[in-house]
């Protein structure tokens, strides 16, 4: 059903990140609302998601300009079904990030949801951002907007990155 309401044009976002009237419907088709999350983030649904993969990259290269939808995101991917999608939800919100209202940020939390994915990213899965140069760009890239918008958490997951990476 989601790649159907894709190809249809009442369904794409608009050309702002503004608003657009069917990121609601969009978020909720994917699962990502409170009751959603809280069901297909449950471990069961680990391989579910893994097969989904590409829905939600098709889904989140669409919807991720608007904060709600990032942030929903966000939230899933700290789940424990929603963590197998972490390395690729990191490089999309990297791409994602510079898009997003500097008014959404607050409002939404951002700040906090964007770093504590990071941090489940390095402490699962700190192999692959040291030997996939993607990902580390993306981790890093994300992780320097953060540290700018003066994130706490951020800055303490910075030290720890640094030792181990020579981030600056």
């Known amino acids: 059903m989601v790649t159907y309401t894709e190809t249809l044009s009442t369904w794409r976002p608009g050309e702002t990140n503004y608003w657009s009237r069917a990121e609601s419907l969009a978020t909720e088709l994917m699962g990502l609302s409170e009751t959603g999350i809280a069901l ?13 993969g590409a829905t939600f ?9 608007y904060a709600s939808a990032a942030a929903w995101f966000a ?4 789940t424990e079904s929603g963590q197998i999608l972490i390395p690729q939800g ?11 209202p500097d008014s959404d ?8 949801l964007f770093t504590e994915v990071l ?3 390095w402490k699962h ?3 692959d951002v040291e030997k996939e140069a993607s990902l580390r760009e993306a981790f890093l890239r994300l992780l320097t907007v953060l540290c ?16 181990i990476l020579g981030a600056s």
């Open 125 to 127: 899965r700190q192999k």
């Open 75 to 78: 939230y899933f991917l700290r």
């Open 119 to 121: 941090s489940l990213c």
């Open 57 to 65: 990259e098709q889904w989140a290269n669409r919807w991720l300009k």
């Open 105 to 112: 940020w607050h409002r939404h939390d951002l700040g906090a």
């Open 40 to 52: 297909l983030g449950d471990a069961k649904y680990k391989d579910l998601i893994g097969s989904m």
């Open 148 to 163: 700018a918008r003066q994130i706490p958490e951020a800055l303490h997951l910075r030290a720890k990155v640094s030792e």
């Open 90 to 100: 990191i490089k999309q919100l990297a791409g994602a990030v510079d898009s997003i």
